[in-house]
T-cell receptor
Framework: EAGVTQSPTHLIKTRGQQATLRCSPI?????VYWYQQALGLGLQFLLW???????NRGNFPPRFSGRQFPNYSSELNVNALELEDSALYLC??????????FGPGTRLTVT | QKEVEQDPGPLSVPEGAIVSLNCTYS??????FMWYRQYSRKGPELLMY????GNKEDGRFTAQVDKSSKYISLFIRDSQPSDSATYLC?????????????FGTGTLLAVQP
């Protein structure tokens, strides 16, 4: 069974630009979570989508947004990129369970 | 004060040693306690999770939770070089408005052959 997939693997953007990151959950999973893993800060919760709806968001500014599509895949958008947005962005999926399974991540570099 | 504290290490042990990894937390609402392993440039991999207090064993791994002390541990027996990775504790209250995981910053473990 395929795991969580994320694209692209790496993304390089300039300050002020927009970034779009994509995530496909494990087949049958309806919840998608986004986390940011910045150097020295550990994983920080960004967003939770379930059944197409945003259920909860972490302590991040509104320029971090996303959506979940009818096939349960998800997209994370980061507008007006800042240097401190450089991080590994991880997507996880689950189905009515506390267990969250992570993808390999997208490494975003803002220059 | 962070909700979850974890010693960042690095921790270096010889092959075959018993490894003890620990986290403390401050939020008494946490009910589920997880351990993830993250290899360099990879996503975290769920090792095991425990509900409330108690022990859970899976092969060479044992997780312990002491809710009265707000302290959790992961023990690795007969450690192998392939166990070299960053170990992340995570916890959640689960259910209701949020299922988010709160992570420690991770402990870097190196098992020397």
């Amino acid at each position: 069974e395929a795991g969580v997939t994320q694209s692209p693997t790496h993304l390089i953007k300039t300050r002020g630009q927009q970034a779009t990151l994509r995530c496909s959950p494990i087949s049958g999973h309806t919840s998608v979570y986004w986390y940011q893993q910045a150097l020295g800060l550990g994983l920080q919760f960004l967003l939770w989508y379930d059944e197409g709806e945003e259920r909860n968001r972490g302590n991040f500014p509104p320029r971090f947004s996303g959506r979940q599509f009818p096939n349960y895949s998800s997209e994370l958008n980061v507008n007006a990129l800042e240097l401190e947005d450089s991080a590994l962005y991880l997507c996880a999926s689950s189905f009515q369970s506390v267990e969250q399974y992570f993808g390999p991540g997208t490494r975003l570099t803002v220059t | 004060q962070k909700e979850v504290e974890q010693d960042p290490g690095p921790l270096s042990v010889p092959e075959g040693a018993i490894v003890s990894l620990n986290c403390t937390y401050s939020n008494s609402a946490f009910q589920y306690f997880m351990w993830y392993r993250q290899y360099s440039r990879k996503g975290p991999e769920l090792l095991m999770y425990t509900y409330s207090s108690g022990n859970k064993e899976d092969g060479r791994f044992t997780a312990q939770v002491d809710k009265s002390s707000k302290y959790i541990s992961l023990f690795i027996r007969d450690s192998q070089p392939s166990d070299s990775a960053t170990y992340l504790c995570a916890m959640t209250s689960y259910g209701g408005a949020t299922n988010k995981l709160i992570f420690g910053t991770g402990t870097l473990l190196a098992v020397q052959p």
